[in-house]
């Protein structure tokens, strides 16, 4: 055993090696190792995004006035100008309706497109299904398809 070791097993804190710095250049209780850090309390970018999103704004609607979080307005005026053919506003709303209702959530209902798409689809289907040991004629989607190649 070395003699390092043997002091520190025996209780001795002023043993110096690699991660045990000496005594007096040890960080003191409570004080920061980056004094110049981050402060506390900062917030991120989403937070501070997300903060200016719910904070109201006053906006004019039929001749009234209505105060609604900048969330809302936006939301608003988005699909608005998706209604005067924005081609862009309105992806982004269709986007959105897609997503908020799942559609793409269920497998099952994934349209493929071509017939060359469906094909390959089928194909690496059947073989999942084998290599899982399922017989190919058990209730899946291959089984109500027409041979048609």
């Known amino acids: ?29 409570g004080r920061s190792g980056n004094p110049k850090g981050r402060p506390k309390g900062s917030k991120n970018f989403s937070t501070l995004f997300s903060e200016e999103l719910a904070r109201p704004v006053t906006l004019t609607e039929n001749g009234k006035r209505r105060r609604m ?31 908020s209702e799942g559609s793409a ?6 349209d493929v497109g071509q017939r060359e798409n469906r094909l390959v689809m089928e194909s690496i289907v059947r073989r999942i299904r084998m290599a899982g040991g399922a017989s190919p004629g058990t209730g899946g989607p291959d089984d109500d398809r027409e041979d048609s190649k």
Do not use: C, S
């Not at 900048?70 to 269709?94: E, H, W």
């Not at 959530?105 to 994934?110: L, M, N, R, S, V």
């Open 105 to 110: 959530d269920d497998p099952a209902t994934i």
């Open 69 to 99: 979080p900048k969330r809302q307005a936006l939301a608003k005026q988005v699909i608005n100008k998706a209604l005067t053919n924005d081609p862009k506003a309105a992806a982004l709303v269709i986007d959105q309706i897609r997503r």
């Open 1 to 29: 055993m070395t003699d390092k070791r043997r002091l520190a097993e025996a209780g001795d804190d002023n043993v110096v090696g690699y991660g045990r710095p000496p005594r007096h250049t040890r960080f003191q209780p």
